[in-house]
């Protein structure tokens, strides 16, 4: 799955100039939804990769996907990794520049991410909430990774992805900074105020290390009455690829997060 993408630099972010790929969907809407797509990597990736199939899949469900560069900068460290995010964000939801990008006054904005790049993307949720309420249309929560004290019953098949060292290094470097303390914004998974978040489209696996927590931050926040749409992909569609993974699967992902991204959007917009 592919989508057609230009390169380009978000100039006047209020965290300095961020390069971008800018993928467009065929067939888009007149108000095709924007979203600004933060990739994973488990905090350890600090490189603009140029390959991002879930941002091409939400392309091909009719979006204008942002794929930003949010890490290179910052190491990946807490709490300047989310600053960035959330300059990115608070950028794209000025009309002019989400016109500028190919968007229409009346496109709905989300912020989407997988694995690490899925909890900056529900801390820059929390964030929007609190300091430019109404700002953000939905939150796109692939896999994400929550829980720093990695203790699901789910996360022991991180053994057979081969990821448990690399998600404890990733939480050593991302959570440095706050010697062990988890900020609700860097753990969304422990803020005990949930309430009044955007929209949530909660996507995993049933072979996902990942999945308990998942699920379980998307039943927190129905429990918030936040409006959720939850769903849990069967086993052997290579999901654990998603996020560097290891899987015995060919991938065949990319046209599940398409379909539920599509009827996500026609849930928001109901």
């Not at 609700?184 to 949930?194: I, N, V």
Request: glycine letters at 10%; one cysteine or more.
């Amino acid at each position: 799955m592919s989508a057609p993408w230009k390169d380009v630099v978000l100039e006047n972010v209020p965290t300095g100039p961020v390069e971008a790929r800018i993928y467009n969907g065929e067939g888009l809407k007149k108000a095709a939804p924007l979203v600004l797509y933060l990739h994973g990597g488990a905090f350890l990736d600090t490189c603009h990769a140029t390959e991002r199939p879930v941002a091409a899949s939400l392309a091909e469900a009719g979006a204008i996907v942002v794929a930003a560069d949010y890490t290179s900068c910052n190491k990946n460290a807490f709490p300047k990794v989310l600053e960035c995010a959330y300059g990115i964000f608070a950028y794209l939801s000025n009309k002019r520049n989400m016109l500028a990008l190919g968007g229409a006054k009346k496109s709905l904005l989300f912020v989407a991410g997988e694995e690490s790049g899925g909890n900056v993307a529900a801390g820059v949720a929390l964030k929007a909430r609190d300091q430019i309420p109404g700002s953000l249309d939905g939150q796109v929560l692939i896999s994400p990774l929550l829980d720093p004290f990695m203790g699901s019953k789910s996360f022991l098949q991180a053994e057979e992805s081969g990821m448990r060292e690399r998600w404890t290094e990733g939480w050593n470097r991302y959570l440095g900074f706050l010697g062990g303390v988890c900020h609700p914004y860097a753990a969304p998974r422990y803020c005990s105020r949930l309430s009044g978040l955007a929209p949530a489209l909660v996507l995993t696996a049933e072979d996902d290390p990942l999945r308990d927590e998942s699920m379980e931050y998307g039943s927190r926040l129905k429990a918030a009455g936040v409006r959720v749409r939850q769903q849990v992909l069967p086993a052997g569609t290579g999901w654990p690829t998603l996020y560097g993974g290891q899987s015995k699967d060919r991938p065949s992902w990319q046209q599940d997060i398409c379909c539920c991204f599509k009827g996500f959007v026609e849930d928001v917009q109901a």
